[in-house]
């Protein structure tokens, strides 16, 4: 079980997208995630008729390092550190450590 995931709401705590939210879009293996509207870099491409891709400088979306992120506590809205507890009925769940909330996946 990771601290995030899928779908989670983070914000960005250091780099030049500080303060800013997204929701994480994709996982890499090296630690990474693509978080939407972060890190966003101009890209080159080259037109490639075969595939109909028109050429020209596009945005796109880098990987962030998960150390640079933090879970938005929906009661606060601020970011949040995330802990590990496991259930009564023997469920592993993820919950804020400020409130003990857990948190809804």
């Given at each position: 079980m990771e601290k995030l995931v899928t779908g989670d709401q983070v914000i960005v705590t250091?780099?030049?997208?500080?303060?800013?939210?997204?929701?994480?879009?994709?996982?890499e293996t090296d630690g990474r995630f693509v978080v939407e509207g972060i890190n966003i870099a101009k890209?080159?491409?080259?037109?490639?008729?075969?595939?109909?891709?028109?050429?020209?400088?596009?945005?796109k979306a880098m990987p962030i390092q998960a150390s640079n992120l933090m879970l938005v506590n929906p009661a606060t809205g601020k970011g949040?550190?995330?802990?590990?507890?496991?259930?009564?009925?023997?469920?592993?769940?993820?919950?804020?450590?400020?409130?003990?909330e857990v948190v809804s996946a």
């Open positions: 250091t780099g030049k997208d500080r303060g800013k939210q997204g929701v994480i879009q994709t996982r890209k080159h491409t080259k037109p490639n008729p075969a595939v109909g891709q028109q050429g020209g400088v596009l945005d949040d550190k995330v802990g590990f507890k496991v259930l009564d009925d023997g469920r592993k769940v993820r919950f804020f450590k400020s409130n003990g």
